[in-house]
């Protein structure tokens, strides 16, 4: 079992940068992706991005150029357990509940979801 918390969400205004951080617990060690989706009422949850053990990446059209994904290189961070979606740029369109998830051994995990509101 893996459980995901998600933290850093919030009002910004547009332009401005948030940074989201994601932090696994429990089976952490057959952990081997962990990625971000967000999800507006009424909309189907869709990707942003994600970051392998391996500190492969991958993005959206729409983060591309904008959100940038990494993992904590803290010398005791062996496993890939906590990881950050830095957010440049922020446009209105950007509002959503953004949500962690995390790749393991037959299971993908999926943490509460933390808010961010982009407006003056």
């Known amino acids: 079992q893996v459980q995901l918390v998600e933290s850093g969400g919030g009002l910004v205004e547009p332009g401005g940068s948030l940074t989201l951080s994601c932090a696994a617990s429990?089976?952490?060690?057959?952990?081997?992706?962990m990625g971000w989706y967000r999800q507006v009422p009424g909309k189907q949850r869709e990707f942003v991005a994600f970051i392998t053990n391996l500190g492969s990446t991958n993005y959206s059209d729409s983060g591309k150029g904008r959100f940038t994904i990494s993992r904590d290189n803290t010398k005791n961070a062996v496993y890939l357990q906590k990881v950050y979606l830095q957010m440049n740029s922020l446009e209105p369109e950007d509002t959503a509940v953004y949500y962690c998830?995390?790749?393991?051994?037959?299971?993908?995990?999926w943490g509460q979801g933390t808010q961010v509101t982009v407006s003056w």
């Open positions: 429990g089976s952490i060690s057959s952990i081997y992706l």
């Open positions: 998830n995390a790749y393991s051994t037959n299971m993908v995990s």
